[in-house]
T-cell receptor, first 118, second 113 residues
């Protein structure tokens, strides 16, 4: 079963509204989670690293005020797209690594959230 | 800086035919390499990974990949494809023990009867 869960899986909203996407680690505690963005028919680009109890680390070119990340607990990170516009429409995927896994084990990805801004 | 190149944007093969998807990487240290598959509108599924050891790695669904350090390549292969293999395939590289991955642009695989 899925060890990283994203909610919602699909959201449609009007331009100018804010949208929150949740990423939960279901059976492990994740001090670090990662948020990726995937444009249609393109690759995944790392947006930011979400750190529990501290500020997120954003990749170059990602607007911090546009994409707010909160990692308030060891099992939940949220990505809020503020004042969303059609160009923010995309597929957002989170990932996390189970600290109990050995170092040669990869991270776990959520199933993604498709965001459509009208 | 690390980078991944997947030269083939789209590949079409007949069902039952063999498949090879190319991946070239650029990385300053020993790379940690992955192949993921993504069906339309879905998340990522890990096919296989490589960090060290035998350079030919076996994955799920009958896939395998060969790491060639001299060519900076990590090509994915399957001897006989099935219609259900139609999907987008991503090669990724990252440092061992660190989760920040760099993905290639992906190769879309179409299977024809």
């Amino acid at each position: 079963g899925a060890v990283v869960s994203q909610h919602p899986s699909w959201v449609i909203c009007k331009s100018g509204t804010s949208v929150k996407i949740e990423c939960r680690s279901l059976d492990f505690q994740a001090t670090t989670m990662f948020w990726y963005r995937q444009f249609p028919k393109q690759s995944l680009m790392l947006m930011a690293t979400s750190n529990e109890g501290s500020k997120a680390t954003y990749e170059q070119g990602v607007e911090k005020d546009k994409f707010l990340i909160n990692h308030a607990s060891l099992t939940l990170s949220t990505l809020t797209v503020t004042s969303a516009h059609p160009e923010d429409s995309s597929f957002y995927i989170c990932s996390a690594r189970d600290p109990r896994d050995s170092f040669d084990q990869p991270q776990h990805f959520g199933d993604g959230t498709r965001l459509s801004i009208l | 800086a690390q980078s991944v190149t997947q030269p083939d944007i789209h590949i079409t093969v007949s069902e039952g035919a063999s498949l090879e998807l190319r991946c070239n990487y650029s990385y300053g240290a020993t790379p940690y390499l992955f192949w993921y598959v993504q069906s339309p509108g879905q998340g990522l599924q890990l096919l296989l990974k490589y960090f060290s050891g035998d350079t030919l790695v076996q994955g799920i669904k009958g896939f395998e990949a060969e790491f060639k350090r001299s060519q900076s390549s990590f090509n994915l292969r399957k001897p006989s494809v099935h219609w259900s293999d139609a999907a987008e395939y991503f090669c990724a590289v990252g440092p061992f023990g660190n989760e920040k991955l760099t993905f290639g642009t992906g190769t879309r695989l179409t299977i024809i009867p």
